[in-house]
């Protein structure tokens, strides 16, 4: 407050970092990231684009919060995907992060890729280290193995966030890439 005081003063003009579109998103490792010990190699793509962690956990996934998480899959993609997702990701830890930085949303979805690896853009994180393909999926029943989950849009972030993290599990820092990122 001070800080925008004095520079009101002397005729600057104050623009909050809420005003270059900086948000937070919800990113999950699968647990079959987490099992390939692909964790540290996708997080670091985060890192390099500028995007701030902040918040982490790892934990195993129940049926009930499983649902929560998932709460419309078997509306949007049918009961066999939800299971076979729902089965899936509670087959083994998962790593759960918010990630903040500007447009957080579209930029954690352009890192990942396309849901299918078969088709996910070459450098992308599902192109470079996922391989099954949406035929291989439906043929053996197993859920789309592609190594993360990110929030699709702002408000399934905003959801998706306050579901796996309390406020006193989100941090407020600065970093040296906001310098020059926002």
Known sequence: MVLATQAARKGW???????????????????????????????????????KIVGIK??????GFTEKHYFDLAER???EVYRATVNFMQSGPVIALVLEGVDAVAEVRKLIGGTFPGVAEPGTI??????????????TGKAVMNLVHASGNSDEAAYEVALWFGDSEQFDYSTLAQRYAY
């Open 77 to 79: 993609a049918g009961e």
């Open 58 to 63: 790892m934990r195993l996934l129940d049926a």
């Open 126 to 139: 599902r192109g470079t280290f996922a391989h099954q393909t949406k035929a291989s999926s439906e043929a």
């Open 13 to 51: 003009v104050v623009v909050e970092v809420s005003d270059f579109g900086v948000e937070r998103t919800l990113v999950l490792l699968k647990p079959d990231a987490v099992a390939r010990g692909l964790a540290g190699r996708i997080i670091a793509r985060f890192e390099d684009s500028a995007l």
